[in-house]
């Protein structure tokens, strides 16, 4: 069962523009994650967040986490192709545990 | 640069066959994962480890996989017999909690995985 569902699934833009993806649940968790994940490469972290309705900013990537806990959005401005990549969210449910829900994934294509 | 390190890369091994997987986390790491991604199941947690001892291993099909740390500078997951179903990219990382007891996960730094194919 797929608790973490990501949409789209596929994405590709052109550079420049603006793209959100989302990650949807209905389990409440304690922290959410984001991760970006290249070809041949393992996930690498890009954001936590804990509390609900928090926002954080990483450069051009806006990551904002639901006031219910449940979902979270990713947004890019002026995607650039170093963007490209597969994003994948990943849910804790309970401070403390180390185990990670991790969500279907959005692969994403900047089109130079 | 310190990274994860995990071999081999590849590996394409016969059903019934033993398969072991090998992983050295960053050095002062003193937690370890395991995972597993498929196209189909995704990104999935084998099992983990901290100060070598094992503190989940619910992920993992005990009949078949064994996850050991037999020093701080090597984890091993093994997989005997292997079965075609086994075929996926496994991937170790490992991180160093902040010391908050009940708050977010380890931040994790991943190896560039393994992809084993069982033929």
Wanted: glycine share 10%; net charge neutral; charged share 20%.
């Amino acid at each position: 069962t797929q608790l973490l569902e990501q949409s789209p699934q596929f994405l590709s833009i052109q550079e420049g523009e603006n793209l959100t993806v989302y990650c949807n649940s209905s389990s409440v968790f304690s922290s959410l994650q984001w991760y970006r994940q290249e070809p041949g490469e393992g996930p690498v972290l890009l954001v936590t967040v804990v509390t609900g309705g928090e926002v954080k900013k990483l450069k051009r990537l806006t990551f904002q986490f639901g006031d219910a806990r449940k979902d979270s959005s990713l947004h890019i401005t002026a995607a650039q192709p170093g963007d490209t990549g597969l994003y994948l969210c990943a849910g804790q449910f309970r401070f403390g545990n180390e185990k990670l829900t991790f969500g279907t994934g959005t692969r994403l294509t900047i089109i130079p | 640069d310190a990274r994860v390190t995990q071999t081999p890369r590849h590996k394409v091994t016969e059903m019934g066959q033993e398969v072991t997987m090998r992983c050295q986390p960053i050095l002062g790491h003193n937690t370890v994962f395991w995972y597993r991604q498929t196209m189909m199941q995704g990104l999935e947690l084998l099992a983990y480890f901290r100060n070598r001892a094992p503190l989940d291993d619910s992920g993992m099909p005990k009949d078949r996989f064994s996850a050991e740390m037999p020093d701080a500078t090597l984890a091993t997951l093994k997989i005997q017999p292997s079965e075609p179903r086994d075929s996926a990219v496994y991937f170790c990382a490992s991180g160093l909690p902040t010391g908050q007891v009940q708050g977010p996960p380890t931040e994790a730094f991943f190896g560039q995985g393994t992809r084993l194919t069982v033929v």
